[in-house]
Structure formats: C-alpha cells, structure tokens
C-alpha cells in the first residue's frame, strides 16, 4: 500500500492518497471540486475505515465482554484488538494504558474529575495549584476551571509571545511546589505552534505535579511515543486522524490509573455490587462504564492500521513540505496576517490568518463559494484571539491527501476575496 502512495522524492503522492477518500471526489457548488482544508476540525475517512466500520455492523455486531455466543466474542475481540492496535501506535508499555471515551474533552473532563476525587498525593484541593496555558482548546480550560471552582484551588498559566509561542520566562514562578497537575497542549489547533514538551516536563517532574498533554492535533500528524513524552496522561480523538467521531483515547500511566478513582460509574466498570458498596474492575474498563462505542472502536483501529501503513514519519514530512509552501505563498497575500508562528519550523500544519478588515466569516464564505472548505470564527480556543486582538480568524489545516495545489487554490481563492470586497 505504502509503494502506491509515496511520490519518487520520497514525499506522499497525495493525489494517490485522494483516492482512498470517497468524499474527495465529490464536487460541490456547480461541478467545483473540492478543497479541503479543515483538518484540524476532523479528517476525512479512508474507505479503508469505512469498510471496517460497516463490517462491523454487517457480520459481528453484538454487546462486548459478557456474552458468550460468537457475534459478542467477535465484536469483543474487535473492540479489544482496536486497544492493542492502539496501544502499539503510541508506543504504551502496556495495552491496558489505554482507556476508550468519546472524544479528548471527555478524556481530559476524566483526569480532572478523577483529580478532584483522589486521595493523597494526587488530590487537588484548596491549597494546590493547577497550570494550563493561554493557547489551549477550551477542552484543556474549562475542565480546570470547574475543577478550581470545586475544590478552591487556584488556576494558573503560561501567557503567549508575540509570535505565538509560549512564554516560558517564567516557569519556575508558574510551576510551584504548590502546583498539582500541568496540563498543556501539544501542537495548538489555532496557532499552529509545537511546543516545547520537555522542559515543562522536566519542571513538572521536579516538584512532583502530574503531566497531562493534549495531543489531539498531534497524534493525527506525526509519531507519538508516549514513553518519550513523559507524561503521565496524554489525550487524543479519533476523528482527527482519520478515524470515525465518538472514540477518543486517555493514555495513562498504570500505576495512576489502578490508583485513582473512576468518573462513570454504570455496568461494566465493576467487579463487584451489592446495595451497600461496590468494588471496581481494573483499568482501563475501570473508566469504560455502560456500553462502550464499539463500533467506533473498530473503525479508529482501521484508521491507526491505514496511518500505520504509510509510515507517521512520512506523514509528517509530507506535511511540513506543504506548510512550509503554504507559509510562504500566503505571504504573497496582500493584508493576510497569520496569527502565530510565520515559519515551517516548530508548527503543526494549521495556519490562522487575518485578511484586512475583511471579517474572517466573511472570508470563509466566498472561499466555500469556490469549493474551498476552510475554518473560521475563535476555534474553540477564544483566549487566543483576545491575546492577539482580533474578533476570529480564518484557519487552513492540511493533512495526508493536501497537496500543493490545495494551497495554491487557496491563495487563488483569497485574491478573489480581496476582489470581492474591493
């Protein structure tokens, strides 16, 4: 498969990827074809996925664990082979480090309940402190903030360079004896910019605060290794990489996870009930209460198969090629601002830009007029734009199938909105 699909320099031949995506043969608005490039919100599917996912549901679909008759062991070995595959893919010392929820919010809603609920040393209460950043989804803000509000502990964070870059001057007065858990994002899904994982790890571990990252606009774009990072949690969604909505992923240490207290309680989350108490199962299903999404499951194990084949490496390769063209053909654009780093370098393939006084909704709709999907508004990420003084932005996020022809039809696009609004 990988042969097909890797242009002779060795880059991605993305127009062989296209192929695989049913959706990107579709034209839109009178015969336009399609240009995709809201990625950072989700990925297209692969028929790849597809397939498995309507497999599942054709020929094994049945409840997991319990059952004994061959369409529930079927659908049990599936889902549970969907863990392994995963586990694998982010390189987890062990499979039953990974815990299935719907989406990195609730991945990341479960550690800071979890948190909230725990015993010494890991519990958060009035006297701890709780560090997050300014560049954060609001998945990664309003968990802690809730979290805060509960327990009295007091909220803090790193703020933002002018060039989008966290400000990390202060690290030693952010991340205290005080503080209790750091929780932080990998690649931002507005600025675009990778941050620097070690040395707020390295800070973390120094006064023993738990790490939790968010890799969502990570793990879709290039080799994640859970044991490189460090960190104690790590949160992902599949819809991001290629994989169906409503399965995220909670990577955890196994020490922490057999340690803290589940969030959801229900059916399968059990080892024993009576009307008095109950006694939990082990993790991961300690944290997979009720019927778990199975099929969802199954497909993201066909999408982390499909990205496993062309190589995360090459994938992320591929994509620093076109954002470097992206960056700098964007910079041809008259009165187009990009909110973040400027460069290829150390920045996931998301872009945000301004356009003049042009409204960045505005923007989008001539561009969607022209069968070019972007993104516009805050991005879930509204501290951002309060930092940088704008109302919203425009943002092109490039994945596996992008090419450069993609961006050079939203550079096309963009001059046709210039013309629109004169």
């Known amino acids: 498969m990988t042969s097909a699909r890797r242009a002779p320099a060795g880059q991605l031949d993305a127009e062989a990827i296209r192929k695989d995506f049913p959706i990107l043969d579709r034209t839109i608005h009178d015969d336009t074809r399609l240009v995709y490039l809201d990625n950072a919100a989700t990925s297209q599917k692969p028929r790849q996925v597809l397939d498995a ?4 549901y054709e020929r094994s679909n049945a409840n997991v664990h319990r059952g004994v008759h061959v369409l529930a062991e079927e659908a049990t070995a599936l ?19 990974v815990v299935f929820t719907k989406n990195a919010s609730e991945s990341l809603n479960l550690v800071a309940n979890m948190l909230g609920w725990a015993e010494e040393p890991y519990r958060v209460e009035r006297d701890s402190e709780i560090v997050i950043t300014e560049m954060e989804h609001h998945s990664n803000i309003v968990p802690w903030q809730l ?5 009295g502990a007091k909220l803090k964070w790193f703020g933002l360079t002018d060039d989008g870059r966290l400000d990390l001057s202060r690290i030693d007065e952010i ?31 120094d006064v023993g605060a738990l790490v939790v990252v968010d890799a969502s606009q990570a793990a879709p774009h290039m080799p994640l290794d859970v044991q490189a990072l460090q ?23 196994k020490g922490l996870l057999d340690d803290l207290p589940p969030f959801l309680g229900g059916g399968e989350m059990i080892e024993t009930v009576s009307m008095h ?12 209460a009720g019927t778990p999404p199975i099929a969802q499951a199954v497909g993201l194990g066909a999408a982390v198969d499909y ?25 041809e654009v008259p009165d187009l601002r990009i909110i973040g780093p400027t460069t290829a370098e150390e920045r996931g393939a998301t872009i945000s830009f301004t356009l003049g006084d042009i409204h960045p909704h505005d923007v989008g709709q001539v561009l969607d007029e022209q069968g070019i999907a972007v993104r516009v508004g805050h991005h879930c990420a509204r501290p951002v734009c309060l930092r940088y003084g ?17 961006v050079d039809a939203l550079v096309d696009g963009l001059e046709h909105v210039r013309n629109f609004f004169g």
């Open 79 to 97: 889902y549970e082979g969907a863990r392994d595959k995963v586990a694998e893919f982010v390189n987890a010392p062990s499979r039953d480090e």
């Open 175 to 205: 991340i205290t004896e005080k503080t209790k858990v750091v929780s932080f994002v990998q690649v931002s899904n507005i600025l675009g910019t990778a941050n620097p994982v070690e040395p707020i790890v390295r800070r973390a571990q």
């Open 277 to 288: 108490s109950s006694t939990y199962a082990p993790a991961p299903h300690k944290f997979e």
């Open 53 to 56: 996912l309507s497999g599942y």
């Open 307 to 331: 990205l496993s084949a062309i190589g995360m490496d090459a994938i992320a390769a591929h994509e620093h090629a076109i954002t470097e063209y992206a960056v700098r053909r964007l910079a």
């Open 147 to 151: 979290l805060a509000e509960r327990t």
């Open 390 to 406: 704008i109302p919203a932005t425009t943002r092109a996020s490039f994945y596996l199938y992008s090419s450069m022809a993609d």
């Open 231 to 253: 960190a104690d949690f790590v949160a992902f969604t599949g819809h991001k990489m290629c994989g169906p909505t409503g399965i995220g992923v909670l990577w955890g240490r």
